[in-house]
């Protein structure tokens, strides 16, 4: 399947069928992980209300995927994105996560063109840059809930961390600050 611009569109009938616009047929949720693996965009929307599913039915996908042993999340990773839904850490964690994975591809896409027996990925170009950008933002993200952080610790910065942590800390400002007028 040839990477499209817009997205798949599916559509869930009251039945709870869903059906696929590109292809007029209907789909399972195996069906929707394998476009989303082969690199697709998928919306997924109630034909009656118009609602916006995407979000519900790829939780559901993970869900099923994590229930048959297939687990890429750790617990203590799940421990933690529960916590963060009863912390004021709530609003960087989306944004922490995936710029987490946003360099994790950029990463794997690097270390799969540069990969060879003599060049580990530690001396991959960049991975010292985000490694270092992690800290921060882990930092950052759990700068008034020390104690409670169950992953990976994180090194005491430098000078030019602490100036990037310093950054970052008064960008989150900023952008609290924005949601609260907004609310």
Do not use: C
Not at 99 to 124: H, I, Y
Not at 141 to 163: H, I, L, N, R
């Amino acid at each position: 399947m040839a990477k499209n611009d817009k997205p798949l569109l599916i559509k869930r009938y009251a039945s709870r069928r869903l059906y696929n616009t590109e292809t007029s047929d209907y789909v399972t949720l195996e069906d929707i992980a394998s476009f989303i693996r082969e690199g697709r965009e998928v919306q997924i929307v109630d034909l009656k209300s118009g609602d916006d599913l995407t979000r519900q039915y790829l939780l559901q996908i993970i869900a099923e995927h994590e229930s048959r042993g297939e687990s890429v999340l750790p617990v203590t990773v799940l421990n933690d994105l529960v916590r963060s839904y009863t912390t004021q850490a709530t609003s960087v964690v989306p944004q922490f996560l995936a710029m987490s994975f946003e360099m994790l591809r950029d990463g794997q896409s690097k270390a799969v063109e540069n990969m060879s027996a003599m060049n580990p990925m530690s001396k991959m170009p960049g991975f010292e840059a985000m490694q270092a950008q992690q800290r921060a933002f882990m930092k950052a993200m759990t700068g008034g809930m020390a104690g409670q952080w169950s992953g990976p610790s994180v090194d005491a910065p430098d000078a030019e961390e602490t100036e990037n942590l310093e950054e970052i800390k008064k960008q989150l400002a900023e952008l609290q600050a924005k949601l609260s007028k907004l609310s």
